[in-house]
């Protein structure tokens, strides 16, 4: 067998190099611009695909050890404390408050509300973190209730119309130097503490939320009825309410309470979605690039006929054969690959290797004709020497 050229190798390497580079350029500057950012189309990568896909099997892990309890939009300090009256009674393992308490202020009402959390035991509530005024000073005001904090915060990256995919694990109060859990968190730290400890010990600031598990969701008057299910259960009490409601990997308007009971079953489960690292999908792009750019040197110089027939059949089955692999292990191994400018690589591929052909034989063709040119100049310089010589050897004579 033949093997591969000095030029062949050199064009693998710089068609390899150069499809990678301009097909990350062409994901990501374009999207950078203010007319994508601000329509939010810069904010959706594969892993709203997958998590979306995962949604729509409808096959979701069911985790018994969360419930979701929602009041109506509109409701008072009373429905809330008649809620967690309700829930006292259920032996609920936390209880992760998250509840706008703003408006409706009465001493009566106030004082059955606080009644409510001593008789609901491990109430999480938020704190100052970012929370509103009225709600941290009504919190602030029972802190000697033995309740726990933890703070509301939503990673949308401070960026209006972000897609949330992830979890800020925890934030150190700067006032008190304090380690202030997230309020998933925090409920979960009274139930599984070894589980946040393993969270804690992945030493990262922020965690993708695993979108594909289930949990129960039954509105506050139905919580008599489920009584056996709270037993013992995390219980993500809040307002479903549509002034809370986000961007997310699965839905364009998901309820924020949801998405806490989202980030608390991650953790409980230890369902962390775990990204393949960055130099791990570059050398492996490099690699599938590279052996398709050779291959599609082997099939125009050994089928000239049907090369351009196996190049593209080639292109096709390795894009959809990434594509459903990085699926299958984002779905059964719970690991993310971040390929999508990878797809876009092979399906610029062929172009690049017709580009490079076409620049190689137009350099070919320019040098070509400078050594026409040269030739023709040194034909040239040397007639005028000899005319040059002869008109001299005629001035002597």
């Given at each position: 067998?033949?093997?591969?050229?000095?030029?062949?190798?050199?064009?693998?390497?710089?068609?390899?190099?150069?499809?990678?580079?301009?097909?990350?350029?062409?994901?990501?500057?374009?999207?950078?611009?203010?007319?994508?950012?601000?329509?939010?189309?810069?904010?959706?990568?594969?892993?709203?695909?997958?998590?979306?896909?995962?949604?729509?099997?409808?096959?979701?892990?069911?985790?018994?050890n969360i419930v979701m309890v929602t009041l109506p939009e509109g409701s008072t300090r009373y429905e809330l404390a008649e809620a967690?009256?309700?829930?006292?009674?259920?032996?609920?393992?936390?209880?992760?408050?998250?509840?706008?308490?703003?408006?409706?202020?009465?001493?009566?009402?106030?004082?059955?509300?606080?009644?409510?959390?001593?008789?609901?035991?491990?109430?999480?509530?938020?704190?100052?973190?970012?929370?509103?005024?009225?709600?941290?000073?009504?919190?602030?005001?029972?802190?000697?209730?033995?309740?726990?904090?933890?703070?509301?915060?939503?990673?949308?990256?401070?960026?209006?119309?972000?897609?949330?995919?992830?979890?800020?694990?925890?934030?150190?109060?700067?006032?008190?130097?304090?380690?202030?859990?997230?309020?998933?968190?925090?409920?979960?730290?009274?139930?599984?503490?070894?589980?946040?400890?393993?969270?804690?010990?992945?030493?990262?600031?922020?965690?993708?939320?695993?979108?594909?598990?289930?949990?129960?969701?039954?509105?506050?008057?139905?919580?008599?009825?489920?009584?056996?299910?709270?037993?013992?259960?995390?219980?993500?009490?809040?307002?479903?309410?549509?002034?809370d409601v986000y961007r997310t990997s699965i839905d364009t308007r998901t309820l924020g309470l949801k998405i806490h009971a989202y980030?608390?079953?991650?953790?409980?489960?230890?369902?962390?979605?775990?990204?393949?690292?960055?130099?791990?999908?570059?050398?492996?792009?490099?690699?599938?690039?590279?052996?398709?750019?050779?291959?599609?040197?082997?099939?125009?110089?050994?089928?000239?006929?049907?090369?351009?027939?196996?190049?593209?059949?080639?292109?096709?089955?390795?894009?959809?054969?990434?594509?459903?692999?990085?699926?299958?292990?984002?779905?059964?191994?719970?690991?993310?690959?971040?390929?999508?400018?990878?797809?876009m690589a092979i399906a610029f591929c062929p172009w690049a290797t017709d580009i490079y052909t076409l620049l190689h034989i137009f350099?070919?063709?320019?040098?070509?004709?400078?050594?026409?040119?040269?030739?023709?100049?040194?034909?040239?310089?040397?007639?005028?020497?000899?005319?040059?010589?002869?008109?001299?050897?005629?001035?002597?004579?």
């Amino acid at each position: 067998m033949k093997l591969p050229s000095k030029s062949d190798i050199v064009k693998v390497l710089v068609v390899a190099v150069v499809t990678i580079s301009l097909s990350r350029m062409l994901v990501y500057v374009p999207l950078s611009v203010s007319f994508f950012a601000s329509s939010g189309v810069a904010d959706i990568n594969q892993f709203d695909i997958y998590s979306d896909l995962q949604q729509a099997q409808g096959m979701m892990p069911y985790e018994d050890n969360i419930v979701m309890v929602t009041l109506p939009e509109g409701s008072t300090r009373y429905e809330l404390a008649e809620a967690l009256l309700m829930l006292s009674e259920c032996n609920p393992a936390a209880v992760a408050v998250d509840v706008d308490l703003r408006g409706g202020k009465d001493p009566d009402i106030d004082a059955m509300l606080i009644d409510a959390i001593k008789a609901c035991n491990n109430v999480v509530v938020p704190c100052k973190a970012d929370c509103l005024d009225d709600t941290t000073r009504f919190f602030a005001s029972a802190r000697e209730l033995g309740t726990r904090w933890g703070y509301t915060n939503l990673d949308t990256r401070g960026r209006d119309n972000a897609v949330i995919r992830s979890f800020t694990t925890f934030y150190v109060d700067t006032n008190t130097c304090d380690t202030i859990y997230s309020l998933p968190l925090q409920a979960v730290k009274l139930v599984a503490p070894e589980r946040v400890r393993e969270l804690v010990s992945h030493h990262t600031s922020r965690e993708y939320i695993n979108f594909t598990i289930d949990f129960l969701t039954l509105s506050y008057e139905e919580i008599p009825d489920w009584a056996e299910e709270i037993n013992g259960a995390i219980v993500m009490l809040g307002v479903d309410t549509r002034r809370d409601v986000y961007r997310t990997s699965i839905d364009t308007r998901t309820l924020g309470l949801k998405i806490h009971a989202y980030t608390a079953t991650t953790v409980l489960r230890s369902a962390y979605i775990r990204p393949l690292g960055n130099w791990v999908t570059q050398v492996f792009a490099f690699v599938v690039i590279a052996f398709f750019v050779a291959l599609n040197i082997y099939f125009s110089r050994h089928f000239p006929r049907a090369g351009g027939f196996l190049v593209r059949t080639t292109n096709y089955i390795l894009f959809f054969s990434l594509l459903i692999s990085s699926f299958v292990l984002f779905s059964e191994r719970a690991v993310y690959s971040d390929c999508g400018w990878f797809l876009m690589a092979i399906a610029f591929c062929p172009w690049a290797t017709d580009i490079y052909t076409l620049l190689h034989i137009f350099v070919h063709k320019i040098a070509e004709w400078w050594r026409v040119l040269r030739v023709m100049m040194q034909r040239r310089r040397a007639a005028n020497k000899k005319t040059e010589t002869k008109n001299n050897f005629l001035e002597k004579e």
